[in-house]
Nanobody
Framework: EVQLVESGGGLVQPGGSLRLSCAAS????????MSWIRQAPGKGREWVST????????EYGDSVKGRFTISRDNTRNTLYLQMNSLKPEATAVYYC????????????????????WGQGTQVIVSS
C-alpha cells in the first residue's frame, strides 16, 4: 500500500523558514518523480515543485523560485521542501504527491499527473 505522510508544517513569522518532509512507503521511491503542491484557503491547488527520481532537475513554480528548495533522500524514502523567506501568501496546506505522468504544454511548461497524495501539512505564515 502506497503511503505518503507529510510533516513539518506549523506557524512561522514572515521572513522565517520551515522544512517540510514527506515519508514515502509502499513503492520504489527512487524510481518516481515527486512533487509538492499547495492549496491556500479558498483557492485551487497550486503546483510548487517537482524533483526527478534521482534527485536531478528540480523545477519550481514562479512564486517560490529562489526561496524554496526541493530535495530527496532515497536512502530514507523521504522528500523535503525547504522554505525560506516565507511570505503570508505561502499560507496553505502543503501536499506531497507521487508523479504518475506528465503532459508538455504550449510554451514549454509541464503539467504533472499524480496517482497518490499525502494528507497534507498546514503552513501558516503570520505575525
Amino acid at each position: 500500500e502506497v503511503q505518503l505522510v507529510e510533516s513539518g508544517g506549523g506557524l512561522v513569522q514572515p521572513g522565517g523558514s520551515l522544512r517540510l518532509s514527506c515519508a514515502a512507503s509502499g513503492f520504489t521511491f527512487s524510481t518516481y518523480p515527486m512533487s509538492w503542491i499547495r492549496q491556500a484557503p479558498g483557492k485551487g491547488r497550486e503546483w510548487v515543485s517537482t524533483i526527478a527520481g534521482d534527485g536531478s532537475g528540480p523545477e519550481y513554480g514562479d512564486s517560490v523560485k529562489g526561496r524554496f528548495t526541493i530535495s530527496r533522500d532515497n536512502t530514507r524514502n523521504t522528500l523535503y521542501l525547504q522554505m525560506n523567506s516565507l511570505k503570508p501568501e505561502a499560507t496553505a496546506v502543503y501536499y506531497c504527491a507521487k508523479v504518475e505522468g506528465r503532459t508538455l504544454l504550449r510554451g514549454g511548461k509541464t503539467e504533472y499527473e499524480y496517482d497518490y497524495w499525502g494528507q497534507g501539512t498546514q503552513v501558516i505564515v503570520s505575525s
